[in-house]
């Protein structure tokens, strides 16, 4: 049978139930309040947390003076992830500058919303990796405005149900479906995550008869 073998799994009995025989692991408190930096060792050697004597003696602080409570295995080993060198830059001598750059895809999104905006985000990275001495991508942003989305089996007080749009273009909620996929799946392929973003959308029709 063809399928994802990385996503999909082919079930080779019908489900008669969404039981599993897998058992949670429990979640403990490490004793930092009681015993320090010792407690933090510990687990780091169990769960493999990749803290170095900094890192121990940093957290056992944080959790001893500020936090002022024990912390629990799944928050060690959130902030493992958050630690590691994957998910930051710890140690740099180089200088950086923060950009923020914008790129704007009207038409494209209007005529094919998926590869349009793929192509907004493609050409906002291209730009910064393109200038000077080069870049690293960081997070990404992505503003929405269109116009009335009727979505059918919905009401929407605000949406005028009047309003035609012209068949040569997507539709305001096809747009907004599709060219959020596309701006997420283009960043994911180059490990830019889309962190944040607007959505607005707008359509009335003033005393004149004018739509704006």
Not at 16 to 35: D, K, N
Not at 36 to 53: K, P, V
Request: net charge negative.
């Amino acid at each position: 049978m063809v399928h994802d073998r990385m996503t999909e799994c082919v079930y080779a009995r019908k489900l008669t139930s969404f039981e599993t025989s897998v058992v949670l692991e429990e979640v403990r408190f490490m004793p930092v309040l009681e015993r320090g930096c010792a407690a933090l060792e510990e687990i780091n050697a169990e769960m493999g947390l990749a803290f170095d004597e900094q890192d121990s003696q940093y957290y056992a602080r944080l959790f001893m003076d500020d936090i002022k409570r024990n912390p629990s295995t799944v928050e060690l080993f959130d902030i493992a992830q958050s630690n590691s060198s994957t998910c930051q830059l710890e140690t740099s001598a180089r200088d950086l500058d923060i950009l923020f750059t914008a790129e704007t895809l009207n038409f494209p999104c209007a005529v094919a919303p998926y590869p349009g905006a793929e192509t907004g985000a493609g050409g906002r990275i291209r730009d910064t990796h393109a200038t000077g001495r080069g870049s690293f991508v960081v997070a990404a942003t992505a503003g929405y405005c269109v116009g009335n989305l009727n979505i059918e089996g919905s009401y929407a007080p605000w949406d005028d149900p009047s309003f035609v749009y012209p068949t040569n273009l997507a539709s305001p909620l096809q747009i907004l479906i599709d060219a959020s996929n596309g701006a997420s799946d283009y960043g994911n392929k180059f490990g830019e995550p889309l962190i944040q973003g607007y959505t607005r959308t707008f359509g009335m029709r003033l005393p004149s008869g004018e739509r704006r």
